[in-house]
């Protein structure tokens, strides 16, 4: 999914809420062993903030929501 941050909620686990390119709203948690990357640097969660466009992996946990495996951001 590709999207753009629209929050942060610094809890543990980080969690997200982004907004997809067909304007719909993810709730996404990270995995503890989540990958965060801008091209080819690894990058930590404390790189990510508010408007930055990302693509995002992993898996389903309901309706809009994901929990985080992979983190790319993209611009």
Do not use: C, F
Request: no cysteine; aromatic share 2%.
């Amino acid at each position: 999914m590709e999207g753009k941050i629209l929050s942060i909620m610094e809890s543990w686990p980080l969690q997200l809420t982004v907004e997809s390119k067909l304007g719909e709203i993810y709730h996404v948690q990270l995995h503890e062993e989540a990958l965060i990357s801008k091209g080819d640097s690894v990058k930590k969660a404390g790189d990510l903030s508010i408007n930055l466009e990302v693509k995002v992996k992993g898996d389903s946990t309901g309706l809009n929501s994901l929990l985080a495996r992979e983190i790319h951001i993209l611009k």
